[in-house]
């Protein structure tokens, strides 16, 4: 059997002794017991993998460095009756950093301000004029979260205006640390912490365990009512969900506590977000990334970089319908220019525009006419669709402004910040991921072949492998609604804790059409042939496919052989009912041709355009991942070969 794709699929191996013992001690399921041995879950570990409690997972807040000297301030900042300001970053991270702390001291009686800068006009982070205006406008302490650790020259010359500063953020730092009262990071350099994959809001969330603690032990309570600091892990989910933080360890306990606190609608502003998007059924991680935090980000990226941390911690009603509605039409605005600027993008690279190829080892896309609100996600469509690191500039006079996205193993953040002390960038920082930098239009060349020199190697190591692994195989007769439920357990899924890839065995389709607004979604329906006929049917989608080789199956009316197909099961909800779907990813067939041509049919023009090629032309890296040689996974063409 051969992939579509030109990957080799193996099954993941795993200790099977190891998941018959937790299949007997623990009652579950062989499919759950395999595949907690796939993901190497101790026994220890099992009871806590699939009920993450925060009581558990939780360390001691004080355990970070700088943590007492900033609680100590604070405090003493509030008896004074100290004006306190949070300055946040504009994205997901940022605005549930802001309005967690923002509702954490509005619990306990005191009221703070929110900055968020422009993003167009001030750009990521402290900048000196906004802190001096704050200053003069009778800010006392500035409380800095996702930013400010590299801040230097901004909390330099706050110091010398007299403005207090606390740091809190989990970017990557370097040994010298900024002016500041203190400096709260899992990852500066020197840092023995060891949760190093905290964003920004479970750092904040440490920080308002520790404020308080230290406010219970001084009878700060004694009159009034503590705060039940666990309704704020709806922020915390979904800030640790949208910075794409893994799902491992402490983050799996504040996801996991976080969804449940969503679900319970407490936060008015989430609860108008989820409204508005029609979300109607139980929410997971899925709909913190994709549904909700598109939304809170489109205010920073296109609109007023405020919206999302203000519709986060408001209680006016009034406010969060009027902001709601605002981010839904900036959210459908931001769809059409981020499509625009993908497609400009990709004719861009494939062209060889600018000096920059699809073959580098870090793919570099630049223009003068792209928005900075989307080139982020336009870096994480373009990852995804070469499988490279890739930064995506947008250019304006003589500086340019990037958002970088990365793929696994290789650190992004590191290097730019590697670049930053080599004197090649204005500013940047990130983490492993993602990150963003600005930069002379001028030393643009010289950065990426910094970057190629570098990261070059162990890039095209990572890439040049094809092999892949699915967890388990099954047959269509054991994919049902009980399954899903199973597998839920293992939830919440992302980065480190992947959702499971399946092998289906020997299905047939039955029918398939193009959907979705662009025509660029493929949704099939397969069913298992036996020797009784047919048996059973599946839903199944393959996003984003209409212009690869998938579409060549799976849109081609006369093939008819029993496919096997790798992807992962969710639910499928619509209108009351429930289905199970397979998202596909790949498609194993059978090899039955030795050396044909093949007609390659542009599925957008309704398979009247064909494109005859040769095995041996399939060459290199293309929009079309066209890397599947040897395999019969097109038409035959009529023309021998």
């Known amino acids: 059997m051969h992939s579509v794709l030109g990957f080799n699929w193996q099954q993941k191996n795993f200790d099977e002794r190891h998941a018959t013992t937790i299949c007997q001690r623990f009652q579950l399921s062989e499919i759950l017991s395999n595949l907690l041995a796939s993901r190497e879950i101790s026994l220890d570990e099992v009871e806590n993998f699939l009920q993450p409690k925060i009581k558990i997972s939780l360390p001691d807040p004080f355990e970070l460095s700088d943590m007492g000297k900033a609680v100590s301030h604070v405090i003493a900042a509030i008896q004074a009756r100290k004006k306190i300001t949070i300055f946040a970053d504009y994205d997901v991270d940022g605005a549930t ?8 001291f509005r619990e306990i009686g005191i009221e703070v301000n929110i900055y968020i800068p422009d993003r167009i006009l001030e750009g990521y982070g402290p900048n000196s004029q906004a802190l001096l205006n704050l200053k003069k406008n009778g800010t006392d302490l500035v409380i800095t979260v996702d930013c400010g650790t590299v801040a230097f020259k901004p909390l330099e010359d706050a110091k010398l205006a007299g403005l207090e500063i606390i740091v809190i953020d989990h970017h990557l730092g370097v040994l010298e640390k900024p002016e500041a009262i203190a400096v709260i990071n899992p990852n500066l350099l020197n840092e023995t912490f060891p949760h190093k994959n905290l964003c920004a809001a479970g750092v904040s969330f440490l920080f308002a365990v520790a404020i308080n603690k230290k406010l219970r032990e001084s009878g700060f309570y004694s009159q009034k009512k503590e705060p039940n600091l666990l309704d704020l892990l709806d922020l915390v989910a979904l800030g640790t969900v949208c910075d794409v933080m893994s799902l491992t360890g402490l983050n799996r306990a504040f996801v996991a506590q976080g969804l449940k606190v969503l679900k319970q609608r407490k936060n008015l ?8 998007a029609s979300l109607d059924e139980e929410p997971n991680s899925y ?18 970089s405020d919206f999302g941390a203000k519709i986060l911690s ?16 900036l959210n459908r605005q931001r769809k059409d220019i981020e499509a625009q600027v993908l497609e400009e993008a990709v004719k861009s690279l494939e062209a060889g525009i600018n000096g920059f190829a699809i073959s580098d080892p870090v793919i570099f896309a630049t223009s003068k006419n792209w928005h900075q609100g ?12 070469y499988n490279r690191p890739v930064a995506v500039i947008a250019l304006d006079e003589e500086k340019g402004k990037a958002s970088c996205r990365s793929i696994a193993g290789i650190d992004f953040g590191a290097e730019i910040l590697n670049a930053r002390l080599s004197g090649l960038l204005l500013d940047g ?3 492993a991921m993602a990150g963003g930098f600005s930069i002379l239009t001028e030393k643009i060349p010289a950065l990426h072949q910094f970057f190629c020199e570098n990261l070059g190697k162990k890039i095209i190591e990572i890439t040049a492998k094809k092999n892949s692994e699915f967890d388990i195989a099954l047959d269509l007769v054991q994919v049902n609604i009980d399954l899903l439920k199973e597998l839920s357990k293992l939830e919440p899924f992302g980065v480190g804790n992947v959702r499971p890839k399946f092998l289906l065995r020997d299905v047939v389709k039955v029918n398939a059409r193009l959907v979705g607004q662009s025509q660029d979604h493929i949704s099939c329906v397969f069913s298992a ?23 060549q199956i799976l849109l081609d009316p006369k093939f008819t052989k029993p496919l096997n197909l790798i992807g992962s099961l969710n639910v499928n909800s619509w209108m009351g009912v429930e289905r199970v779907q397979m998202v596909i990813e790949d498609i194993l067939i059978p090899i039955t041709f030795k050396k044909p041509r093949f007609k390659f049919t542009d599925s957008k023009l309704n398979h009247k355009s064909h494109h005859t090629v040769t095995p041996h032309l399939l060459r290199g890296p293309s929009r079309q991942r066209l890397d599947f040689i040897g395999c019969d996974q097109m038409d035959p063409a009529t023309s021998a070969g």
């Open 314 to 329: 408001s209680e006016d009603e009034s406010e969060i319908d009027e902001i709601g509605a605002q981010l839904e039409i």
């Open 287 to 304: 709909h913190l990334g994709f549904i909700i935090g598109p939304r809170i980000n489109a205010g920073g990226r296109i609109g007023k």
């Open 269 to 276: 502003g989430l609860r108008k977000i989820c409204d508005l």
């Open 529 to 551: 042939r036996t020797a009784l006929g047919f048996n059973g049917q599946i839903q199944a989608i393959a996003f984003r496919s209409a212009n690869t080789p998938l579409a």
């Open 374 to 385: 989307v080139i982020g996600i336009v870096a994480s469509r373009l990852k995804d669709l």
């Open 97 to 104: 950093s802001a309005a967690l702390l923002k509702r954490f």
């Open 429 to 431: 920082g990130g983490h």
